[in-house]
């Protein structure tokens, strides 16, 4: 069953390498896509970053939630991490 692998040599096994990765790395993306979000939608609901919007951010699906600073730190279910907020300064 293997023996049709065998012709692909040197470039088909970079080529199917590089496929795992970059499929890996769209859903990390992907991941953090989604803690983005929630971060996001958590602070359009209350107008500020607060307490309530982690508990918005919990229901709408995060895992994990922290207030940073001027930040709102998300984790998703996936394991995506975001902050939104205001920049460091």
Do not use: K
């Given at each position: 069953?293997?023996?049709?692998?065998?012709?692909?040599?040197?470039?088909?096994?970079i080529l199917l390498?590089?496929?795992?990765?970059?499929?890996?790395?769209?859903?990390?993306?992907a991941n953090e896509?989604?803690?983005?979000?929630?971060?996001?939608?958590?602070?359009?609901?209350?107008?500020?970053?607060?307490?309530?919007?982690?508990?918005?951010?919990?229901q709408l699906g995060?895992?994990?939630?922290?207030?940073?600073?001027?930040?709102?730190?998300?984790?998703?279910?996936?394991?995506?991490?975001?902050?939104?907020?205001?920049?460091?300064?």
């Open positions: 069953m293997i023996w049709f692998l065998l012709p692909i040599g040197l470039t088909g096994t390498t590089l496929i795992g990765y970059l499929h890996g790395v769209d859903t990390f993306r896509h989604q803690a983005e979000v929630i971060a996001l939608a958590a602070i359009s609901r209350t107008g500020a970053i607060s307490n309530g919007a982690c508990e918005i951010a919990i995060a895992v994990e939630c922290y207030i940073d600073s001027q930040s709102l730190w998300v984790t998703g279910q996936g394991g995506g991490r975001a902050r939104a907020g205001w920049p460091d300064q």
